[in-house]
């Protein structure tokens, strides 16, 4: 999803007690540039986030001894493998994780068929494939499910999501597994965010990512919310443990 979806308002609400924040669509997605679109790479997500990291360095307003991620969803999991990596990185929150991008096995099969089909075309000159994002009933075309009310949800929001991704998205998700990088995030202090009754991002994924992972770490479950329901209610306390992680372990 575009930043615009909901991240502008979880910046303005850590902008407005004193932290620097940068959001910026992926490449390919919402007001970022990049051909085809809606092309999602894990691993160049993760990257372009170490080259944000680069860019904040430079910036006069950012302490670069105390720069932290935060992601959600798909995002989530991003941020958790950029950290693995990039020891500059001084803490991350990972908000609701897709932690299983790869789906369902009888799935594999077809969608590895279409992505050579696809990249065959694209090599003719063919114009990219495209699957959709999420399915009217909520299903997603490599068998994971998410809420069906999400995409109307989004519109009813006024939030542009074009519900779509290329075939090559879903052949990169079957090739990815944050699950093999999460003990290397220690010991940069992570802060989990698990709602309790996430079914799009199963829950027993976040916690099996949390339980691999060394310390420091900390775990805040989201009692009675499922994927995103937890943005409309107490979001200021939730927001608020947040904080209070980020100024225990980057001493501000």
């Keep these: 999803m575009p930043k615009d979806a909901i991240i502008p308002d979880i910046s303005k609400w850590f902008q407005e007690r004193d932290v620097t924040c940068l959001a910026y669509d992926p490449r390919s997605i919402g007001n970022s540039d990049g051909e085809p679109r809606n092309d999602i790479d894990p691993r160049q997500q993760a990257e372009h986030l170490h080259d944000a990291v680069t860019w904040l360095c430079g910036n006069t307003l950012v302490d670069n001894t ?3 991620l935060w992601g959600l ?8 493998a950029a950290a693995a990596f990039d020891k500059r990185i001084a803490a991350v929150i990972s908000v609701a994780p ?8 009888d799935r594999r099969q077809p969608i ?19 699957l959709p994002y999420v399915n009217e009933d909520g299903s997603v075309p490599n068998g994971l499910q998410l809420a069906a009310e999400m995409m109307p949800a989004l519109e009813r929001l006024g939030i542009p999501v074009e519900n779509r991704v290329t075939a090559q998205t879903y052949y990169r998700a079957l090739s990815w597994n944050v699950l093999n990088l999460v003990e290397y995030i220690a010991p940069t202090p992570c802060l989990m965010v698990t709602p309790e009754l996430d079914v799009s991002c199963p829950a027993k994924d ?3 990512a949390y339980g ?25 306390c ?3 443990r947040q904080l209070q992680f980020l100024q225990t372990r980057m001493d501000f």
């Design 66 to 68: 105390k720069i932290a």
């Design 98 to 105: 897709l932690i299983d991008s790869t789906g369902l096995p």
């Design 112 to 130: 590895l068929e279409l992505a050579m089909y696809d990249r065959a075309g694209r090599l003719a000159g063919d114009d990219p494939m495209y």
């Design 73 to 80: 969803c798909f995002g989530g999991n991003v941020t958790l």
């Design 212 to 236: 691999r992972m060394g310390e420091p770490k900390e775990l805040d479950i989201l009692k009675g919310k499922g994927h995103l329901d937890w943005i409309f209610g107490e979001v200021d």
């Design 206 to 208: 976040q916690l099996e």
């Design 238 to 240: 939730i927001l608020n």
